[in-house]
C-alpha cells in the first residue's frame, strides 16, 4: 500500500517569538494526516509533511488561522 505524503511551504504571518513558532508548529501536527511540521521563525515560513488523501492546503490554512495566525501556500 502506498502512501501519498505530500509537502507545502506556507508563509506564516504574526509569529513575533518561539512561543508563536511553538503553537504553530503545534496547531499543524494537530491535523489528522500530517506527518511533521518545521517552522521557521525567521523566514516566517512552515515546511509540512502530510498525506495529501488526509489533508487540504485549506486545512492547514485553517489550522494556522485557529492558532491565531495567518497562512497561506508560498
Known sequence: M???MNEIKLKVEGM???HC????????????GVKSAVVDLEKKSALVNYKSDKVTEENLVQAVA???YKAEAM
Open 2 to 4: 502506498m502512501i501519498n
Open 16 to 18: 513575533t517569538c518561539g
Open 21 to 32: 513558532q511553538m503553537s504553530v508548529k503545534k496547531a499543524l501536527e494537530n491535523v489528522k
Open 66 to 68: 485557529d492558532a491565531g
